[in-house]
């Protein structure tokens, strides 16, 4: 029997950090980095090898999953000083779970071919307790070889494993509308329990009656119950929300494509951060209807 593949995650933050977990879960070596010592710590913890370089994981590891925050990081750890690619082993397969746009997820694959890298462009989309579980959703994009190379491995991370292409870029195009939605999805459900609470309306009961009925979505059962409970604990920030709309709008009109609920969610997201609430979960627009500062 032969020693199982060897996993690598950079940026263990919320996401990533479930994703390492989840590996550890299905007894893989998982060799960690991340720029918070708190979070290595965790996964040190956990069983997890801490790396002090991009490098060194790519070094520890056969295939290595990438969830930093934007296009800026994921350039960084992979093509920086001490970056993933300086230390992989020909043959390695990136997975790029960051939401980052197509434009620049298709420039991955050509600038890790000197090196013998393949690229698979694997957003991922469910939230941390789906990464845990190994439940969680990913749109992976790349050559049909490289897919089935590394499947059987994805497969024990995200169970909703869906190849959407061959093309690098396409993973990330279905995450973009996969995030209009998400967005558009959560301003509709807070507008309408803080209209609710405005018109009299007990909210709780009103958001029992709608998760029953045909206005429910994901967003809005995730994300209302803990927000009308008080709770605000960062799962997914409202800033990183809104740079994924952002994402969404600067493809559209690079498309010559009018979006307008994905402009209006964007402006409703852009609103709450202004507040200052940015860095708060993003169930947080609930706070910018009740302050009246949504429009």
Same mark, same amino acid.
């Given at each position: ?34 720029? /918070? ?18 490098? &060194? ?47 620049? %997820?298709?420039?991955?694959?050509? /600038? ?57 870029? &396409? ?50 059962? &995730? ?28 493809? %559209? ?43």
């Amino acid at each position: 029997m032969g020693s199982p593949p060897r996993i690598g995650v950079i940026g263990i933050g919320a996401m990533g950090m479930a994703v390492a977990m989840r590996a550890l879960d299905v007894h893989l070596p998982v060799a960690v980095r991340d720029v /918070r010592p708190e979070a290595e710590a965790e996964a040190a913890a956990a069983g997890a090898t801490v790396c002090a370089t991009a490098a &060194d994981v790519g070094r520890a590891a056969d295939l290595v999953v990438v969830l930093v925050v934007d296009a800026q990081q994921v350039d960084t750890v992979l093509f920086g000083d001490d970056g993933l690619a300086q230390g992989m082993a020909p043959g390695g397969i990136v997975v790029v779970s960051s939401t980052i746009s197509p434009d620049f %997820a298709e420039t991955i694959a050509p /600038r890790l071919a000197p090196a013998s890298l393949h690229h698979i462009d694997g957003p991922v989309s469910g939230g941390p307790a789906r990464a845990r579980d190994g439940s969680m959703s990913m749109m992976a994009a790349g050559p049909d070889a490289v897919f089935a190379q590394a499947e059987p491995v994805l497969q024990q991370l995200a169970s909703r494993l869906f190849h959407v292409g061959r093309r690098t870029g &396409d993973g990330a195009r279905t995450k973009m509308l996969n995030n209009l939605l998400a967005g558009v999805n959560l301003a509709a459900a807070c507008e309408a329990i803080a209209l609710g609470e405005k018109l009299g309306l007990d909210a709780v009961r009103l958001l029992e009656v709608i998760r029953a009925s045909s206005g429910d979505s994901w967003m809005l059962g &995730d994300r209302l119950p803990r927000a009308l409970a008080g709770d605000f604990g960062v799962r997914a920030m409202v800033d990183i929300l809104k740079k994924d709309l952002g994402i969404v709008t600067q493809a %559209a009109d690079a498309a010559d494509y009018a979006t307008p609920l994905a402009d209006a969610a964007l402006g409703v997201f852009a609103r709450t951060s202004a507040m200052g609430l940015g860095g708060e979960d993003d169930a947080a627009l609930l706070k910018c209807y009740r302050a009246g500062k949504a429009g």
